[in-house]
């Protein structure tokens, strides 16, 4: 009999009624249902804009109510927070203003729980509400009295709820003129089954007096709908910052119709083209190296000590240097010591570039042996200068600089000694020389590891025992190897026969084996 496993006993069709009903029986995962992206700037098929009369029903939106869409990168200014595209609300209104409609009107099962959720920029004297109506599908057709189901979820007023949703809890919103995140759970009443979200700017009366009803103005962005209760914080993964970009992300990128707006790092002085992320014109040179890389800085306008105003450069990168053919500048470090043929070299007053430390990057004087390294490794204490001059090895380095004092230039070179009073071979390597005269340093042969070593546990043959074959003293020829039952001959004499016999005997056992499996 075959033993099958349970796996191979299920049908699929019960193994997918099993599946299904261990995942329906996992807690649901929030996601997503309205999620209001204005990036692209187009609205058309997803609000309506929507007046009120003092008898509190929705009549069609004039031509002025249409959502006025702003951006943080082109309204509002170089340091603004990054927003992307926003909706901006000044005008007074008795009740609901802006409606989703089309795919921004949800469907809600009962009982189950809901967050709407948006970013918030309500300026003091503004009367930001974040609501939603129940409604069918098709959302509430003009004319319609809505009050009975209002459901006010945000607010700057938290005490007056509306008649959809008695004793629901109302989020504060701040008018203190920041992006604020606001959010709040609630629970779709029985008999519901579509939600139609709304943002409106309260102007506090049944008759809030001749149009155009202005007022201060809240801007609001990245609207969603999500099952399941409100997080604890923003989802970093689908709403833009919100806040000013600085340091290694200096540029707010504007986003598309998928992507919200984000900080970026720059890879591009200001006015490069696309698909470079150009840094603003206040700060138009792009960092593309260093600890500082991504970020944005302003043009120089002298060297290290130059005019002493904001633009000169600091100690580190003391070289203010055009970039390009443009009339941008930025700052460079040093690149060589006073006199060598690289550029930027330090000057005469301060001939050593320093390249490791605090002070990498500047230049100054010399004082010490540790301050020089490389083509130049001696500091003439008196001149403040490093240099490959000398006079002996010690000059060059220590023991194992693999640098020696040439005596033909008085100059610094690679090379080594043989014998200990001269300089020798970093670790790792050999000197060719045997004695003070100059060698070159070579890497030292590794023993080969690729050759396993013997196993001690395997025990080795004693040679010294000589192993002879019996005689038969009868026929006087060798008797076969004896075989064991069950066993092979590996005789001399049975080579060729016992081997074809062994063939045979393993296809005779494959036979027999082939036949019980068959008949099991």
């Known amino acids: 009999m075959k033993n099958l496993s349970l796996k191979n006993r299920l049908s699929p069709t019960l193994v997918g009624l ?3 009903a261990a995942l329906a029986a996992l807690p649901g995962v929030a996601s997503a249902q309205l999620a209001e992206n204005w990036e692209n700037g187009v609205v058309a098929g997803k609000w309506r804009s929507a007046k009120s009369t003092s008898g509190l029903s929705l009549q069609p939106g004039e031509p002025g109510d249409a959502i006025t869409l702003r951006s943080s990168i082109a309204d509002d200014g170089v340091g ?7 909706a901006r609300e000044t005008r007074g209104a008795v009740a609901g203003h802006q409606y989703g409609i089309g795919t921004n009107i949800q469907a809600v099962t009962p009982n189950n729980d809901y967050c709407i959720s948006a970013w918030v920029r309500a300026q003091p004297g503004s009367a930001p509400y974040i609501a ?7 959302g509430l057709a003009d004319g319609v009295s809505k009050d009975v189901n209002v459901c006010y979820l945000a607010s700057t007023n938290t005490g007056l709820q509306g008649g959809g949703c008695p004793g629901q809890a109302i989020t504060a919103i701040n008018p203190d003129g920041g992006w604020r995140w606001v959010a709040a759970t609630f629970k779709a ?5 579509h939600v139609q979200t709304n943002f409106f700017n309260f102007c506090g009366d049944t008759d809030c007096g001749p149009l155009p009803r202005t007022m201060p103005g809240f801007d609001i962005d990245d609207i969603r709908l999500t099952a399941g209760v ?5 989802p970093a993964n689908t709403t833009a910052p919100h806040v000013a970009c600085t340091g290694n992300t200096p540029v707010c990128t504007p986003g598309d119709a998928t992507n919200n707006a984000k900080c970026a790092a720059c890879t591009g002085n200001a006015g490069a083209a696309a698909p470079a992320i150009a840094c603003p014109a206040a700060t138009p040179v792009c960092q593309t190296a ?8 302003t043009s120089c306008t002298s060297d290290f000590g130059g005019d002493g105003g904001a633009g000169a450069c600091p100690e580190t990168s003391p070289f203010c240097v055009a970039i390009g053919a443009t009339a941008l500048k930025e700052c460079k470090p040093c690149a060589g010591n006073n006199g060598s043929a690289t550029t930027p070299a330090c000057p005469v007053v301060a001939p050593t570039c320093f390249t490791t430390g605090a002070k990498a990057g500047s230049c100054g004087r010399c ?12 500091c003439d204490v008196g001149t403040g200068r490093c240099t490959d001059d000398c006079s002996e090895d010690v000059d060059c380095g220590d023991k194992k600089s693999g640098k020696i004092c040439l005596a033909s230039t008085l100059k610094c070179t690679d090379g080594c000694r043989g014998d200990a009073a001269g300089n020798g071979c970093p670790d790792g390597s050999k000197c060719s020389s045997v004695d003070l005269k100059p060698g070159t340093c070579t890497p030292e042969a590794q023993p080969d590891s690729g050759i396993p070593g013997v196993d001690a546990s395997v025990p080795g043959v004693d040679s010294s025992v000589p192993v002879t074959p019996e005689v038969d003293s009868g026929t006087g020829e060798t008797p076969a190897t004896p075989v064991e039952e069950g066993g092979c001959s590996m005789s001399p004499g049975s080579a060729a026969g016992g081997g074809a016999t062994m063939i045979l005997g393993l296809g005779l056992a494959f036979a027999a084996f082939s036949r019980r499996r068959r008949n099991d």
Not at 80 to 86: L, M
Not at 132 to 138: E, K, L, M, R, V
Not at 230 to 234: E, K, M, T
Not at 290 to 297: F, M, N, V
């Open 18 to 20: 099993l599946c299904g």
């Open 230 to 234: 409100c997080p604890g914080a923003p």
């Open 80 to 86: 603004a927070e990054c927003a992307g595209r926003y």
């Open 132 to 138: 939603f109506n129940y409604t069918g599908a098709t």
């Open 367 to 378: 004082t010490q042996q540790s301050d020089c390294g490389g083509a130049t490794p001696r």
């Open 189 to 193: 009443r029985a008999g519901s089954t």
């Open 290 to 297: 260093g600890a500082d890389k991504g970020s944005c800085k």
